[in-house]
């Protein structure tokens, strides 16, 4: 059918979605047009609390203004070089990323899905060129219900079968075991495994966080069957969960790391893989790359990123605003709240599927002013921007405990 832009110049901006998108999501009804800090406004005019923070990318709250500044100045200057040539900005971003990480190297990527997938390539060639495992013969390990994004390959090992429905066949070579088990990961390595990928915590399965000790399990299970402990920190790093990764609560350094979401400051995809020397030394030149991958715009925009989340201390924020929020969401003993779950900023309250959907209390929290998401089905995401103040914490709460009482 060929669209006729004239018969809908008046439809609303929700049915021209309808109209000319593809269903792959099922947003909530508003029609988002500013954004400044913790807040976003609705087309008629109604402000809301975003405690969804488009799913971590916006850690920095809406339009930050050192990052506005940022990307306005490097657009200004020099936007887009590809790899082919050298830019003055990827150099200094590099540096600050694998200084503040403590990793030897970067690879800069834009969606994490693509990060994800450097590290799976970087895995499985460490794995015949390092290890020496026979051709064609490396296994990644991955945990259950992990979420890794959307490509064919990460959709499958995906143990969610909606995910994986109608878009086989897949690629071989992945194996999964139960998270937060690390006698299962043990008993899965083979000589022919190359890597364990991992969340440090589970953001789309419904922030599941995994008992305590897991990840320096991992960590010495990896090292002693000389397997790479890769952890997937697109959604936890950054200060997310009131560290700067994840892996730091336990004093865990994996041997490659994938960062996102918030590293392109709410203003762009930007994506890294990061590694120990060894293996990030396997890739050479033609092996991989991304036409916008490291561009000076992403550069410049990640690089001060990195800066605000250290100068800001947002981490440190993120563990004290994320207490305030456990402690006023424990307190609403609400018997349709089964499970509280998180750490720091990431928290999923998981709602008696018997008592109402997630979905519904989300559109009860939208009509109170406030936007979050619902993670499958039972699971309400509290995750604002790091920049959250104390007061608007205690207003989401509220928030949501008018919409509990109004829906019980
Ligand atoms: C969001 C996410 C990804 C995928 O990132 P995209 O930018 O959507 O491709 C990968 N891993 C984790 C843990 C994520 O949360």
Request: net charge neutral; with cysteine; glycine share 10%.
């Amino acid at each position: 059918m060929t669209a006729r832009p004239g018969s809908t110049l008046s439809a609303s901006p929700i049915a021209l979605e309808e109209r000319f998108g593809a269903a792959n999501y099922l947003p909530l009804p508003v029609v988002l047009t500013r954004g400044e800090g913790v807040y976003l406004w609705g087309d008629d005019g109604k402000r809301y609390l975003d405690m969804m923070s488009a799913y971590s990318a916006v850690s920095f709250g809406h339009g930050h203004p050192r990052l506005v500044e940022a990307l306005i100045a490097q657009a200004r200057q020099l936007a887009m070089t590809s790899r082919a040539f050298h830019s003055d900005r990827l150099g200094p971003f590099l540096q600050r990323l694998c200084m503040l990480t403590s990793m030897d190297r970067a690879l800069p990527m834009n969606s994490g899905a693509e990060a994800v997938e450097t590290a799976l390539k970087a895995a499985r060639k460490w794995g015949y060129t390092v290890k020496g495992i026979a051709e064609e013969r490396a296994q990644v390990i991955v945990a259950g219900n992990n979420f890794a994004g959307r490509t064919t390959t990460l959709v499958g090992f995906s143990s969610e079968a909606q995910y994986r429905s109608g878009f086989g066949p897949f690629t071989p070579g992945f194996l999964i075991v139960p998270f937060g088990d690390a006698a299962a990961l043990e008993a899965a390595i083979t000589p022919d495994t190359c890597a364990f990928l991992v969340e440090p915590i589970q953001g789309e399965a419904g922030i599941v966080v995994p008992p305590a000790g897991y990840l320096r399990a991992v960590r010495e299970i990896c090292t002693r069957h000389n397997v790479l402990m890769i952890c997937d920190e697109i959604q936890t790093g950054l200060g997310r969960t009131g560290k700067l990764l994840a892996c730091d609560h336990e004093g865990v350094r994996p041997d490659g790391l994938t960062l996102g979401k918030a590293l392109g400051g709410g203003l762009l995809p930007v994506s890294a893989f990061l590694a120990r020397e060894d293996v990030m030394a396997v890739f050479k030149p033609g092996d991989h790359g991304s036409t916008f991958g490291g561009n000076p715009l992403a550069a410049a925009v990640g690089d001060a990123a990195l800066q605000v989340l250290v100068d800001e201390r947002l981490a440190e924020r993120a563990a004290s605003r994320g207490e305030l929020l456990m402690e006023r969401l424990h307190a609403l003993a609400h018997p349709a709240i089964v499970a509280i779950r998180g750490k720091g900023l990431l928290v999923g309250v998981e709602i008696d599927p018997a008592f109402a959907t997630a979905r519904r209390v989300c559109e009860g929290l939208m009509r109170e002013g406030v936007l979050t998401k619902d993670t499958h089905g039972t699971v309400v995401r509290l995750a604002p921007p790091l920049v959250i103040g104390a007061r608007e914490i205690e207003e989401a709460v509220a928030a949501l405990d008018r919409v509990i009482r109004a829906l019980a």
